[in-house]
């Protein structure tokens, strides 16, 4: 079929038109540098994804619910940021340490008059996920949290059954277990020698997946997770001059490397140093045991809260969650 000059025209610049806003919808980059300064200019929708920077090992999802991000790490490098929509006021997205539950490409909210929610990755049984959906630029879901389409699959396609998902909204902000079995009470005493009550090391229980370590000051007490299942428990002596919430990666150097958490955004990548390190005490059979088990991608969150019910200050809640 033949086309005027002025019909060409016309079609060359919708063409154009139509290249940009997928240009700014989304772009897949190849380098650190150019990943850090496109997501510094993210705009509500947009994403930039950049996997070959760490082709291969464990993901960590971190979730900002303060800034509406999403940021991905794989071996402790991070290969992908993406703007958010979280939980609206009346329905918001619970905080905490989840790991994902179950995936489904197509799945229909049961609970919101059969609403799509594409590449959904379950963080809870009672209806919080990631997943495609609306970006106003804004809180607006009623509790999951909501992707651009391209990066949902993008990011369906990295991560698996028992990845690991942090999800805060500030740095003093209580965090949440997936599930009361995961974080059950028990009665540490961290000043004592011997094992205590509800100390074991069981990797049995999972002998495969993400590795998690949850730390209280609270407590005073570690808890080891593998593919969202508790393997180990111990008495630990941390620093109680910090109250605030911190996450860490297991880089393949072997370096604990920061990830920048609500009220932390400048500990990004940073090295753990060596004398906050050794502050922490841990005893050495239980840290001999966990020892192997601690391969890149590893992720260690620090935290005030208690990891049970009967600790100081206020109990770790339990995550809820109603909506897509």
């Given amino acids: 079929m033949a086309y005027s000059l002025s019909a060409r025209i016309l079609i060359f610049v919708a063409a154009c038109l139509i290249a940009g806003t997928a240009a700014a919808q989304g772009a897949k980059v190849s ?5 850090a300064k496109r997501a510094q200019l993210l705009k509500p929708g947009q994403w ?38 979280s939980g609206k006021p009346g329905h918001e997205t619970p905080t905490g340490v989840f790991t994902i539950l179950e995936k489904n490409v197509v799945h229909h909210s049961n609970a919101y008059n059969n609403a799509s929610m594409p ?7 009672d209806g919080v996920a990631l997943h495609a ?50 974080l059950a009470p ?8 011997g094992a205590q009550d509800g100390e074991f090391w069981a990797p049995g229980r999972a002998r495969s997946g993400p590795v998690t370590i949850v730390m209280s000051r609270s407590d005073q007490a570690v808890v080891v997770l593998r ?7 111990s008495r630990a002596v941390l620093p109680g001059d910090n109250d605030g919430t ?8 072997g370096a604990w490397l920061y990830v920048g958490v609500a009220g ?30 601690l391969l890149p991608g590893t992720t260690l969150l620090v935290t005030a809260a208690p990891l049970s019910q009967g600790g100081a200050g206020t109990p770790l809640t339990v995550l809820s969650g109603d909506g897509p």
Avoid at 246 to 253: E, F, I
Avoid at 265 to 286: C, S
Wanted: a neutral charge.
């Fill in 246 to 253: 911190h996450v860490l990666t297991l880089g393949k150097d």
């Fill in 31 to 35: 380098s650190p540098v150019e990943l």
């Fill in 119 to 125: 590449y959904q990755q379950r963080l809870t049984w």
């Fill in 227 to 233: 593919n969202g299942v508790q393997i180990g428990r």
């Fill in 186 to 193: 028990n009665t540490v005493n961290a000043v004592n020698d």
């Fill in 264 to 293: 932390h955004a400048g500990e990004a990548g940073r090295p753990l140093d060596a004398a906050v390190r050794q502050r922490v005490q841990i005893p050495a059979p239980f840290y001999d045991s966990v020892a192997p088990i």
């Fill in 48 to 85: 930039v994804w950049a996997p070959a920077i760490a082709p291969a090992g464990p993901v960590l999802v971190y979730v900002d619910l303060s800034r509406q991000l999403a940021t991905i790490y794989r071996n402790g490098v991070r290969i992908g940021v993406s703007t958010v929509s």
């Fill in 133 to 182: 959906g609306g970006l106003p630029g804004y809180p607006e879901s009623h509790g999951c949290v909501h992707l651009p389409y391209a990066f949902a699959r993008e990011l369906f396609g990295t991560t698996r059954q028992g990845t690991t998902v942090v999800v805060s909204d500030g740095a003093t902000h209580q965090m949440a277990s997936a599930g009361g079995e995961v």
